[in-house]
């Protein structure tokens, strides 16, 4: 399948599948989407307390390297895993323009370090920062209470509903603590159906531009 590299309407650039029109990132905006759903509205909730996040769909390595940059400031001890079927090749990570635009050249070996790092081997890429790499299917995750966060940040439901389907939600709610909370992007009815029916408490809140809702959902 072809892919783009493009730029979105913040400056950061995302990866760009023409035969889907559909992009590892909002259009609007990677950078400024990944701190309103990931950070504001799910890491945010957790301030000071050493955490455990799954990420679902790693791509990029947006959303674990503005965690690391977080985690970075407050010294927060997170452990992360990102998981991710068909992972981007190393060549078109490193051409995203991430570090810059976060004004984080000074972490540009650990960005690098992310995407050159072996996959299932977890590394402490900082004092307070273990990260694991996992090459795996979304339906093939087995952990039990293992998480606090879970940022869901597949491919949208119009080209991959299975993603977001209740066998999905049912092993995200698995592998969540209780009191774990999962966030994404997304807002669609038959989705918020899914994760209600996996036993999440579920609630909307304001989008990120160009995107009026998202969904936060709540292990209880």
Known sequence: MKREIIQTQDGSTTIHLPEWEESYHSKHGA???????????????????PISILE????????AFITYLEANKTQQTIDYVGVEAYPVLEEEALQMNYVVE?????EQEIFT???????EEKR?????FNFTKRQQFFQDITDV????????????FRVQPELWSLE????????????GVLV?????????????ESGFTVEKLPGAPGKREMLRATKN
Not at 33 to 48: D, R, T
Not at 56 to 63: A, Q, R, V
Request: a neutral charge; hydrophobic letters at 45%.
């Open 31 to 49: 950078i400024q989407e990944a701190y309103h759903v990931f950070i504001k509205s799910g890491l945010e909730l957790f301030p000071n307390n």
């Open 56 to 63: 679902i769909g790693f791509g990029t390595g947006l959303n």
């Open 102 to 106: 976060l004004h984080a050249q000074e």
């Open 113 to 119: 370090d992310m995407h050159q790092s072996t996959w």
């Open 124 to 128: 402490a890429i900082a004092t307070n």
């Open 145 to 156: 209470n293992q998480f606090d966060l879970i940022y869901f940040d597949a491919f949208g």
């Open 168 to 179: 999905i939600f049912q092993k995200m709610y698995s592998a969540l603590k209780i009191g």
């Open 184 to 196: 994404t992007y997304a807002c669609r009815s038959s989705i918020k159906k899914a994760m209600i």
